[in-house]
């Protein structure tokens, strides 16, 4: 189950040099249209129901209700795009004191069905390709969570036709990556999360949801020729050591996120993901090897997707502690947010610390996985003396499971989103048809 170092993957060789096939151009357009219909009927569906959200009390909570089930049905259309356009299987490795099998939920076949993941969470993750998040939404479909996600994005992806506002009324959070202009935007989104996310004692009246994943690339863009040689001279005026596979890590919006949600919900937690794919070389652009299209319409999909989980409470991060006491800084209950939440310059510094050491241990851990395959010491000789020989296996550390849909619910789902528009397309043909006999 682990790849074959010595023998070099048709991944390895740059999209640009790969020549598309005549079958390829063909997924291509498949993939395409498949997806572009259920956006269209998903985000049509969000578009006759957004009024209620300028409703009081019931109407504009079941808006959000409604907005969580369509991240759900979206998890499940990216899930079913991967198995059918780009079949590939997670490798979830973990940490020692993490045992996976007290994690994993298994059928009677023995197929992985579900991943136990802490319910509210902040997730951050290195950030190679624009398939990243696609895969962590894969992920959390697997652990239930894929209708709580929401992704921190730069602001350039805001209008893309179609895609943008979706993601718009999926309630994702455009940065300009200018702390200035995002500071007051990522308050209010923040303040609206912790209002609607539940406390782990009883839900709300007013409250539309009990599970948050916001999910947050500290790295702020894609490792490439453009944001390398920025990486680079970052790290020399500051002096940090400047990494092979990743970015150095900008610590401002993780800090302030992870401060902000952490006051209101009690159980928060960090889901910190490695990511790593097969056949990027060092110092080398994963958009060169994997982009959406080269995956998804041309087929030429990563064979495994390695991601190492680590669960870090917030207690054991350097956050401080000044969020914790507003009265500190004003006597007054009109204290504004941004008083509330900022963290001191001694605090801040110690966090970046503490940020980039995590990205340190990342670049280790991806320079281990592209010389041996495995992102974890151990790994590989636990699946040798494995003697599961279903098709997913379930060790201590590590996990290898198919992206596929679970069972027929979700397939229900997906019937459902489709259902109408293939009823209308099958009204419209006969309309056609009995038109077209008269007129000939």
């Known amino acids: 189950m682990t790849i074959n170092t010595s023998k070099p993957l048709f991944q390895s060789i740059p999209v640009k040099n790969r020549s598309p096939k005549s079958k390829s151009i063909i997924r291509l357009i498949n993939f395409n249209v498949l997806f572009f219909i259920s956006l269209l009927l998903l985000h049509s569906t969000q578009l006759i129901f957004f009024p209620l959200i300028f409703f009081k009390s019931g109407f504009n909570g079941f808006f959000w209700k409604l907005n ?27 940490d020692d004191g993490i045992d996976l099998r007290q994690m994993v939920k298994r059928d009677k076949s023995g197929r992985v069905i579900s991943l136990d993941l802490p319910k509210r969470s902040v997730t ?26 929401i992704i921190i994005l730069k602001a350039s992806l805001k209008w893309v036709p179609i895609i943008g506002p979706a993601m718009q009324l999926f309630s994702f959070i455009f940065l300009n990556r200018s702390w200035a202009s995002d500071k007051s935007s990522l308050i209010e989104h923040l303040t609206t999360m912790a209002k609607q996310t539940s406390s782990t004692s009883k839900l709300k009246p007013n409250q539309a949801f ?10 702020g863009t894609l490792v490439s020729p453009l944001t390398r040689p920025i990486s680079q001279k970052y790290a020399e005026k500051t002096g940090f050591t400047d990494l092979k596979h990743c970015l150095l890590p900008r610590s401002t919006g993780t800090l302030f996120c992870i401060r902000a949600l952490s006051r209101s919900i009690p159980d928060l937690q960090l889901i910190d993901l490695t990511i790593g794919y097969p056949g990027i070389p060092a110092y080398g652009n994963g958009q060169d090897f994997y982009t959406l299209q080269s995956i998804f319409g041309y087929g030429h999909s990563p064979p495994q997707v390695h991601i190492h989980l680590r669960l870090i409470p917030i207690s054991s991060i350097p956050i401080g502690t000044s969020h914790l006491n507003p009265s500190s800084t004003s006597s007054s209950s009109s204290t504004p947010a941004t008083e509330i939440i900022d963290p001191s310059p001694s605090e801040t510094i110690e966090f970046d610390k503490w940020l980039r050491e995590q990205w340190r241990m990342k670049d280790e851990m991806l320079e281990r996985f592209y010389k041996t395959g495995e992102m974890c010491e151990g790994s590989k000789e636990e699946e040798k003396e494995d003697k599961n020989e279903m098709e997913d296996l379930v060790m201590t550390r590590k996990v290898i499971t198919k992206v596929r849909l679970r069972g027929n619910y979700d397939w229900l789902i997906l019937l459902g989103l489709y259902g109408p528009g293939i009823l209308l397309v099958w009204i419209g043909s006969i309309w056609f048809m009995i038109a077209f006999k008269r007129i000939f």
């Open 68 to 94: 969580s089930f369509a991240k759900q049905v979206f998890g499940i259309v990216l899930v079913v795009a991967t198995q059918i356009f780009g079949p590939t299987k997670l490798v979830i490795t973990v």
């Open 124 to 149: 951050m993750a290195n950030h190679q390709i624009y398939a990243d998040w696609l895969y962590i939404w894969c992920l959390a479909y697997l652990a239930e969570i894929h209708g709580s996600i």
């Open 210 to 219: 009990e599970s948050l994943t916001l999910l947050i690339f500290p790295e």
